[in-house]
């Protein structure tokens, strides 16, 4: 059986707004342990994102994450996904970008988020299923 993003997304639970610090931001990220928080904020077009790699490159930048914003350093142009994309689309598209995280929406709704790590997880299972299947 082929499962589809929705069936393995997670919700929006780390979500920071343009103006929190990156040490806020990294605060809400390992609260919620996962490498990425959706920005939300009135003042943008639209939702973004802040990862771990964006945190850590502001870092080796000279950034004080006690000063710098979010909104300096997150990304607004996101790259989504369709709840009924199989894994493998959606895999596909978080390579073609180098990113490990892809935004989900069902029309224009934002319904959740997946990661590189949920993508493996589900194929360690599979793995799993498949290797009990052989020896069982």
């Known amino acids: 059986m082929k499962r589809t993003v929705g069936e393995i997304m997670s919700p929006i639970n ?3 707004g343009a103006d929190a610090t990156l ?19 009135a003042a943008l077009p639209g939702p973004g994102i802040v990862t771990e790699r964006d945190i850590l490159r502001a870092l080796a930048e ?9 909104g300096d350093y997150m990304h607004s142009k996101l790259v989504v996904a369709d709840p009924s994309w199989s894994l493998a ?3 596909k598209e978080m390579t073609r970008f180098h990113i490990r995280h892809i ?12 990661s590189m790590r949920d993508v ?6 599979r793995e799993e299923s498949a290797e009990a299947s052989v020896s069982g």
């Open 89 to 91: 689309a959606a895999a």
């Open 23 to 41: 040490r806020q931001a990294a605060r809400r990220m390992s609260e919620y342990k996962t490498g990425a928080a959706l920005v939300m904020d």
């Open 103 to 114: 935004v989900v929406f069902d029309g224009p709704e934002l319904v959740g988020i997946m």
């Open 14 to 16: 780390a979500t920071v």
């Open 62 to 70: 000279g950034a004080d994450p006690d000063d710098a914003l979010v």
């Open 120 to 125: 493996i997880a589900e194929l360690g299972l």
